[in-house]
């Protein structure tokens, strides 16, 4: 058992209250500890397809310049970006992953006595960037699981937390962990209502595969709402998890602050060339897509055979409902090599998020499910 850090009482407030976020545990990891191979991880919501071809291409010539530092300014991927996007250049802001994008909005709007906004079930991340900040959070009561959109947004819960000291509002649209969403009309009432000066983090992370859904592209209301920044990624349906690099979209002036506060260099050589290229591969993500889709339905069906419930989801993941304390189900598939993701720490005891893999991966989580049910009942 590890002791008492001796440095505690040195950080600041809001540091010493965090909890570390806990990713998905890692295939080689799991291997190492139960002495098996062959395992699956179904856990971190990554494109089981990984980069299309043009991206693996654009990183084999960039690992020639791995040598020398990157352009700080990531010019060349901002101006494609700014133009699928119909921006201007200084609108786009690069970071180390979404996420990185997400905590420079929080080292750059909150602060002690500050607060932000954000829902039950929402984003790991969100929690952990405001507290670090010493800034408080106002959590937004969730909808209730009987809801057409099971434990998503209360866009009146969200607007009744909103308070004078509020700076900044956390919305991810569709929503991670639960797979939920605000259509257009929602999210434009909520936008529309949210004052001026509170701004509105609009986390885009699974836009590509929720596009075709119905869930709304944030990013048509840019000119209409300068408070809002939409951030997307390329780690998800781009299949670029592992180099680490999204964006945000602005007002200049939003974004000339982001600016002031990210790090010299936040995203890599073989970043910027990789997700360039993955822009122009639309063959690729319309594969990927696809597959989600299919990998989406084949896992609700095959779960509601099991007796579990897993909502519908926008993302590329579903929200299994165990009825029961998880923790002795993903135990039991750990031991046959497969990696879900318990969400306990979301408030969420019940729960598993599984990603959706290939029709073969999704055949193997189902059966395994099948038999860690069994083994824990």
Not at 67 to 88: F, K
Not at 156 to 163: D, N, Q, T
Not at 311 to 320: K, Q, W, Y
Request: hydrophobic share 45%; aromatic share 6%.
């Amino acid at each position: 058992m590890r002791s008492e850090n001796r440095f505690e009482a040195l950080a600041v407030p809001g540091v010493r209250q965090l909890k570390p976020y806990v990713p998905g545990k890692p295939i080689e990891e799991l291997e190492r500890e139960l002495g098996i191979s062959d395992s699956i991880k179904l856990a971190s919501n990554e494109n089981p397809l990984g980069p299309g071809p043009r991206a693996r291409a654009a990183l084999a010539v960039a690992m020639a310049n791995v040598g020398l530092y990157p352009d700080g300014s990531g010019h060349d991927l901002r101006s494609r970006l700014a133009r699928r996007h119909g921006v201007e250049l200084d609108q786009v802001t690069l970071g180390n992953g979404s996420n990185d994008v997400l905590v420079l909005l929080a080292q750059a709007f909150l602060a002690a006595g500050i607060e932000a906004v954000y829902s039950e079930y929402a984003f790991a991340v969100y929690p952990i960037a405001v507290q670090a900040c010493g800034a408080r959070a106002r959590v937004a009561a969730a909808r209730p699981a009987d809801d057409c959109q099971p434990l998503g947004h209360d866009p009146s819960a969200l607007l009744a937390a909103i308070g004078p000291k509020t700076r900044l509002l956390f919305l991810a649209n569709p929503n991670n962990p639960t797979g939920t969403w605000l259509d257009e009309t929602a999210l434009d009432a909520l936008l529309r209502a949210v004052p001026p000066e509170v701004i509105v983090v609009l986390d885009e992370a699974y836009h590509e595969y929720s596009a075709g859904l119905g869930v709304p592209d944030g990013t048509r209301w840019l000119a209409r709402y300068p408070n809002l920044v939409v951030t997307r990624t390329f780690s998800k349906a781009f299949g670029l998890a592992g180099l680490r690099v999204g964006y945000a979209l602005s007002h200049r002036d939003l974004a000339d602050l982001l600016n002031r506060v990210r790090q010299p260099f936040n995203v890599s050589v073989p970043a910027l060339a990789a997700a360039a290229a993955a822009l122009d591969d639309r063959e690729h993500l319309e594969t990927t897509v696809g597959l989600n889709r299919a990998g989406i339905g084949q896992l609700r069906d095959g779960l509601a055979r099991l007796g579990i419930r897993a909502p519908a989801s926008a993302g590329n993941f579903v929200l299994a409902d165990l009825r029961r304390p998880s923790a002795a189900a993903h135990d039991a598939l750990l031991r046959q090599g497969v990696i879900a993701r318990p969400v306990g720490n979301y408030g969420l005891p019940h729960h598993l998020r599984i990603s959706a893999g290939t029709a073969a991966q999704n055949e193997r989580l189902l059966a395994a499910m099948d038999a860690a049910l069994s083994a824990t009942r």
